[in-house]
C-alpha cells in the first residue's frame, strides 16, 4: 500500500524537492550576506545593551545603534518581498498535495479499483493521509528552520518577531500552518469530487482562516499592556524589546487620546511646544510584549494543529459516503 502511495505522489514529491532547492539557492546566499552585513555592523553588540524592557534611555550611543539598524534595513528591506513568498507556501501544500490527494482519486475513479481489493477505506485513508502528511511534516519542519535562520538579522535590527509577517515565518506556526493547510485541502476533496474545485475551496479557506485568527484572534491572545510616559524625559521605546506595539498616540491631562498615531519627545530643556496636546500630555502605547513570542507561537499552534485534526477526522467520516 505505502510502495503504491509514493507512486502516486512521487512526481508531486521530486518537483517539492526541486521547489524547495531552488528556494534554498536562494536564501543561502542572502542569507549569509545578511548575517555577514550585521555582524560587521555590530548590530547583535550595541542591541544587547538596549536590555528587554519596554522603554530605554536615549543616549548618543543608543541614537548611533538605531542608525545602523535603519542602515540594515535600507540596505535589505527589499528582502520583504521575499518573505511574503515564505507565508505562501504552506498554502501551496494544500492545494497541490491536499486538494488532490482524495479528489483526483474520486475523479478518476482509481479509488474502487483499491477498495474492491481487500483494503478498507479506513486503512486506505490512513496509508495514504499518514504517508502525505508525514512527509509534509518533515519538510516543514526543514522549512521553518531555514526560514528562522534567514529571518534572524531582519528581525534583529527591526521591531521584533511578534510583529505581522516575522511571527508567520518563524519559530513552529510555519509548520502548524501547513499541516491545517494539507488537511483542508483533503477535507475540501471530499467534499467538492473535483481537483480544481478542491483547490479553490482550499485556497479561499485557507486565506480567510489565516487572516481572521491573525487580526481578530492573535491580538487577544492575552490583555494587551499598557504604557505611559512623559515626553520631556530621555525614555523612549525600547526597539529591542520586541514588543508588538498595537496602538500609540499623545493622551492629554485628562487622559483623552489627542493625537493618534503620534508620539512627542524626547523633548529639548525648554519642554514640548505642541498646544494640540496642551501642558501634562503623555506619550502612550498599548502592547504585547516581546517575550510572549514562545507563548503566542503555542497557542497559534495548537489553534492550527486542532482544526488541522478536526479537518481530518470529518474528512473520514466524509469518505464512508463516497461511492
Not at 47 to 69: I, V
Not at 74 to 100: N, R, S, T
Not at 247 to 263: H, K, S, T, Y
Request: hydrophobic share 50%.
Amino acid at each position: 500500500m505505502i510502495w503504491l502511495i509514493w507512486r502516486q505522489h512521487r512526481k508531486q514529491a521530486l518537483f517539492t524537492l526541486a521547489a524547495l532547492a531552488a528556494l534554498a539557492a536562494i536564501m543561502v546566499p542572502t542569507g549569509l550576506t545578511m548575517h555577514a552585513k550585521y555582524d560587521s555592523l555590530g548590530l547583535g553588540a550595541c542591541r544587547s545593551t538596549f536590555g528587554s524592557a519596554s522603554l530605554m534611555t536615549q543616549t548618543e550611543a543608543t541614537s548611533r545603534c538605531e542608525s545602523l539598524s535603519h542602515q540594515f534595513q535600507q540596505d535589505f528591506g527589499g528582502m520583504m518581498l521575499i518573505a511574503v513568498l515564505f507565508v505562501v507556501l504552506p498554502v501551496l501544500v494544500g492545494v497541490f498535495f491536499g486538494a488532490p490527494l482524495v479528489a483526483r482519486e474520486v475523479e478518476q475513479g482509481t479509488h474502487r479499483l483499491v477498495w474492491t481489493q481487500g483494503v478498507s477505506r479506513l486503512h486506505w485513508a490512513l496509508a495514504k493521509f499518514g504517508l502525505v502528511g508525514a512527509i509534509t511534516a518533515v519538510l516543514a519542519v526543514g522549512y521553518a528552520l531555514g526560514v528562522s535562520w534567514w529571518f534572524e538579522p531582519l528581525v534583529g535590527a527591526s521591531a521584533g518577531r511578534l510583529t505581522y509577517l516575522s511571527f508567520d515565518v518563524q519559530g513552529i506556526v510555519p509548520v502548524a500552518y501547513t499541516l491545517f493547510a494539507l488537511a483542508l485541502g483533503v477535507f475540501a476533496g471530499t467534499y467538492w469530487r473535483k481537483v480544481l474545485p478542491a483547490m479553490g475551496i482550499a485556497l479561499v479557506g485557507f486565506a480567510v482562516v489565516r487572516v481572521a485568527i491573525e487580526v481578530f484572534a492573535r491580538p487577544r491572545y492575552l490583555p494587551a499592556q499598557n504604557l505611559t510616559f512623559a515626553p520631556g524625559g530621555s525614555q523612549t521605546p525600547n526597539p529591542a524589546s520586541g514588543d508588538w506595539v498595537m496602538d500609540l498616540g499623545v493622551r492629554n491631562a485628562a487622559g483623552e487620546l489627542v493625537l493618534p498615531n503620534a508620539q512627542i519627545g524626547p523633548c529639548p530643556p525648554g519642554g514640548c511646544l505642541d498646544t494640540e496636546a496642551g501642558p501634562g500630555a503623555t506619550n502612550w502605547l498599548r502592547y504585547q510584549p516581546g517575550d510572549r513570542f514562545w507563548l503566542f507561537q503555542g497557542i497559534e499552534t495548537g489553534i492550527f494543529v486542532l482544526l488541522a485534526a478536526a479537518l481530518v477526522f470529518f474528512a473520514l467520516r466524509r469518505l464512508r459516503t463516497i461511492a
